[in-house]
């Protein structure tokens, strides 16, 4: 077979697998997309990691935009209730475990071993078992939407049963074994991070003088490490609930308490995992278009290792109204409250690099800019949220979907396109895109954003209840048409990124070193410039010494 | 351990060799849930190709540690510790929803369930055995005997395996009493507990025995080079000690 040397030992249940892949003197169209799906080279992982999140996040996109048509007029206008549960559950799990986490995995591939000067990831094979049960995962998500017969997801993200556990539609037990197998994967990408960056770094780079994505990132992967199984395990128990018989969330003797005390536990940690590596590609972004080393490295490196230590001691505050013990809701009240600390200090220190340095507004910076802006009003309503009577009053409204999208996608999306902006050359075609495209995307997608989720503050304080798909208030609709209209306003931005996309691979300047202005990093030095270079062909022959299994 | 072989940094070399078998055990995984809730045939359709993947990765796991990569002892050692850290949070959550559980129960242990404490002691002090074991195959192959190392590994299978024939058992005769999944939240969260450490155990003698064909097959393993071995005693020793909090909590009722 093409590429494979003679001798080489690789067949296997009469499967003639080719272990290398091709020099890329060949051209091959095959052999071209073979060495993508047997590639190891974490690069090359990134890349796809990345692409398989914006496949995802049409999807998401589409369901929401869906969603907010529905809501324009009071009525059933568009789609059933029953349509609309699937969408609005579809978008929240995809949005969470297959747009953003991947995307900001994909970066972390890229760029984590780069910045450490390590070779590639500690197990490389891993790595693309990693991204390889992202795939799977999400055609499982997605299936119902072209199998009739089967729904997808209708439960809302979170799955609380006994909701979860009396709709006997298998789609159901796909969404539930795509939640597992994602788990499976970010575990193991946990560990890989973990152990890449605690053993791979080379001899200059320690702990402490590391970019402060690779902080995040080893942040990150600790709270996915030791928050997922608990999710997964209550996963479990709600498959053997639906499927087994067993009664340990719906039944007269059971606890669906229980299971919101699990998936929180999980859930909360969750959502500093999709925030903390934006918070690190905005110290890199900000640190280099102000012209400044990032203010306080040390506070911000361990402001994030504090807000994901105390991440584990916050869940309850998901579950205000669940009828717990009011000292546990103080104490619950108090842990949240705090993560304001460690958070305002990064704030403050990212501020405290732009003071006095010579800012450089290009489309990284926007993004960043429009990062802090959107996440300071994201966090402060959650400190909102987090005060008990506060909570008890808005529980389960629109309030809280604006506060999450303002952390969501104000603060982990907006990091996610400002970390694209700024690496886009490094990472996917060695060009340069169009600065005005740019722009035009920045600026439809800060306005359409505010234009969104802004009045639904204000439709959560009204008392519009979220995940109902219809109104009869006539106060309701001014602010539900404003916000569907601003989905749009996303929607077109997200076009402008496209075209931009297509603009840069097709006519972009090619670009071969850093193109900013700033101190030089680490990771546009490092290493081969993409998936351009030709790959270094096998080195087995040259390491003859090493016989045995270390 | 020669970890001084290995510093940090760039000395190891890490050429972009490709696998096939990440994206085939990805689709046997996916296979085997997804069989799980299909139910048969489709379970052992789905198993099938998951044994089969993952008899691929394995087979190419031999070369691949052998020849192509030297990422050297930390980050193996690294690994196996991180990913026993998140297995401690899955039992975790177990005992915390057993606890859970107990707590909202007027009496516990149900009327009426008695769990063999007796005989699954000695099976205990047998699982217990195989981590003595295990060590002192570690220790031999550490200070070169490979003629005790091989004898060791064998025996800790072997204890490894009466074990979880111990465990199979235990399971059929209590089924046969009445006590089954459905019983009660007792048995529920008893099978739950006592069937993930199987799987646990099950999964250590797969290692165990991939560390067996390496081994003696292919004696991949020497005094300064056994980072793999290394990993399963690790891990084998993490499930004995798993099994000792199983035992004392569900079967003595000590906590």
Known sequence: MLGCQKGDDNVFYGVHICLAPMAETSNDRASKIRSWLTTTDHKKIGIMYWWAGVFFFIIGGISA??????????????????????????????????????????????FVPLMLKAPDMAFPRVNALSLWMIMPAGLLLTIGLVIPGIVTVNVGWTGYPPLSTLDPNIGLDFWLVALILLG????????????????MRAKDVGLHNMSLFCWAQMATSLLLLFSLPVATIAFIFLLFDRNLGTVFFTGPESDPILYQHLFWFFGHPEVYVLILPAFGIISEVISKFSNRPIFGYHSMAYAILAIATLGFLVWAHHMFTTGMDPRADIGFMITSLIIAVPTGIKVFNWLATMWGGIIDIKPPMLFALGFIWLFVIGGITGIMLASVPFDLQVHDTYFVVAHFHYTMVGGAMFGIFAGLYYWWPRMFSGKMYSMALSKIHFWLQFIGFNVTFFPQFILGLQGMRRRISDYVIPEFVGMNQASTIGGFIIAASILAFFINCWWSFTRGPTVDEDPWTGSRRIEWEEGDWGPRTPEVPTATEAKPEAKEAP | MASGDHPKGLEYELPHHGSIWPLLVALGITAVLVGLILGTPWVFVGAGIFALTGLGWLHEDRRWWNEMVGTGHAPARWGILLFIGSEIMIFGALFAAYFNYRAQAPVWPPAGVELPVVITGIFTIILLLSGATMHWAHAALRAGNKRMFKGHLLLTILLGSIFIGGQIYEYISLIGAGLTLTHSHFAATFYMLTGTHGIHVIGGLIALIVVAYRTFVHDQFTAHRHVFVEGVAIYWHFVDLVWVFVYAIIYLQWF
């Open chain 1, 65 to 110: 935009l869906l969603v907010r048509m529905e809501l324009f007029y009071p009525g059933q206008v568009l789609i059933s209730g029953g349509t609309f549960d699937q969408l609005f559950s579809l978008h929240g799990t995809v949005m969470i475990f297959l747009w953003i986490m991947p995307a900001l995995a994909g970066f972390g591939n890229y």
């Open chain 1, 184 to 199: 499976i994967s970010s575990t193991l990408a946990s560990v890989n991070f973990l152990a890449t960056i605690f053993t």
